[in-house]
């Protein structure tokens, strides 16, 4: 398998445009995380799914992001619009999906709102 | 907030001896697990422990779990350069969140 599969691996945007980022997870894991990381705050759980279902959202900062999984294979995580605070790298990650099982990461996209 | 802390935040040791990290978290876990993050790459996963295990061994590193005090350390044994990276906890209380620490930077000079 090729591991979760995250693109574009860098972003440069301008603020205030619409920034959308993509990641396929590894073929049978149920459970599709997205994280966010900067040296202020580390590693930030943002919103994970279940079989394509969001569950919990609460780390989504605000309205301005939002993310879908229409399918089993496919996530996109979009900001709308794009705020130079929002720079950070964002991670995708999945899991087989029983409880506590490990998790495995996308290589992240570098995202630069200038 | 359910995140983890590591202590130190780095570490620098020469290659051949031992590392050891240490991590802290506010509620009752189901399960604590160590990732590693070399730089500018995604976290890599390298052991878990169940809250009813006390120590667990894989390879070079040994990972010890004390629920009472909620408190994990990692122990990388015989460090070689390669494994100058971040090291991160993370933890799930419920369901499949899991909270990961600020992690630990650790520099291995050859």
């Known amino acids: 398998d090729a591991g979760v599969i995250q693109s574009p691996r860098h972003e440069v945007t301008e603020m205030g445009q619409e920034v959308t980022l993509r990641c396929k997870p590894i073929?049978?894991?149920?459970?599709l995380f997205w994280y966010r990381q900067t040296m202020m705050r580390g590693l930030e759980l943002l919103i994970y799914?279940?079989?394509?279902?969001?569950?919990?959202d609460s780390g989504m900062p605000e309205d301005r992001f939002s993310a879908k999984m229409p399918n089993a294979s496919f996530s996109t995580l979009k900001i709308q619009p794009s705020e130079p605070r929002d720079s950070a790298v964002y991670f995708c990650?999945?899991?087989?999906?029983?409880?506590?099982?490990?998790?495995?990461f996308g290589s992240g996209t570098q995202l630069s709102v200038l | 907030s359910q995140q983890g802390e590591e202590d130190p935040q780095a570490l620098s040791i020469q290659e051949g001896e031992n590392a050891t990290m240490n991590c802290s978290y506010k509620?009752?876990?189901?399960?604590l697990q160590w990732y590693r993050q070399n730089s500018g790459r995604g976290l890599v996963h390298l052991i878990l422990?169940?809250?009813?295990?006390r120590e667990k061994h894989s390879g070079r590193l040994r990972v010890t779990l004390d629920t009472s005090k909620k408190s994990s350390s990692l122990l990388i044994t015989a460090s070689r350069a390669a494994d100058t990276a971040s090291y991160f906890c993370?933890?799930?209380?419920?369901?499949?969140?899991?909270?990961f620490g600020t992690g630990t930077s650790l520099t291995v000079i050859p």
């Open positions: 990650a999945s899991s087989p999906g029983a409880r506590g099982e490990k998790l495995f």
């Open positions: 073929s049978g894991h149920d459970y």
């Open positions: 799914f279940n079989n394509n279902v969001p569950i919990d």
């Open positions: 509620t009752s876990i189901n399960n």
């Open positions: 422990i169940r809250s009813n295990e």
């Open positions: 993370a933890t799930d209380a419920t369901g499949n969140q899991f909270y």
